[in-house]
């Protein structure tokens, strides 16, 4: 969440008009680069699932998020891929640290 409101924050992309409105989900208030929705999916994908199968499922959803956002209108396609990628990244990094300081058995 703090990534998301540094970035939306640092970006400032305003949302326009322009783009296709639906009914499925109220309209965001916030700036739209990057999706915040698309980045704490792909986080969550790679921190949550501690087994390599349930990672691979979990990105398939994010996936699936990121798709969600551009479908109802709220994003553009560069707009997710900037969230699935500080998203991956973060996830990627937080995932190390846990696994650093996991105990070892043995």
Same mark, same amino acid.
């Given at each position: 969440?703090?990534?998301?409101?540094?970035?939306?924050?640092?970006?400032?992309?305003?949302?326009?008009?322009?783009?296709?409105?639906?009914?499925?989900?109220?309209?965001p208030t916030s700036t739209?680069?990057?999706? #915040? @929705?698309?980045?704490? %999916?792909?986080?969550? $994908?790679?921190?949550?699932?501690? =087994?390599?199968? /349930?990672?691979? *499922? +979990?990105?398939?959803?994010?996936?699936?998020?990121?798709?969600?956002?551009?479908?109802? #209108? @709220?994003?553009?396609? %560069?707009?997710?891929? $900037?969230?699935?990628?500080?998203? =991956?990244?973060? /996830?990627?990094? *937080? +995932?190390?640290?846990?696994?650093?300081?996991?105990?070892?058995?043995?």
């Amino acid at each position: 969440l703090v990534l998301t409101r540094v970035l939306k924050h640092h970006f400032a992309v305003p949302r326009t008009d322009d783009a296709e409105s639906s009914s499925f989900a109220r309209t965001p208030t916030s700036t739209r680069f990057p999706s #915040g @929705h698309t980045l704490a %999916a792909f986080t969550s $994908a790679l921190v949550i699932p501690r =087994s390599r199968r /349930g990672r691979v *499922v +979990a990105v398939g959803f994010a996936a699936l998020v990121a798709w969600s956002r551009v479908r109802v #209108g @709220h994003h553009r396609p %560069a707009d997710v891929v $900037a969230g699935a990628a500080a998203g =991956s990244i973060s /996830g990627a990094c *937080v +995932a190390a640290l846990l696994a650093a300081g996991a105990p070892t058995s043995g």
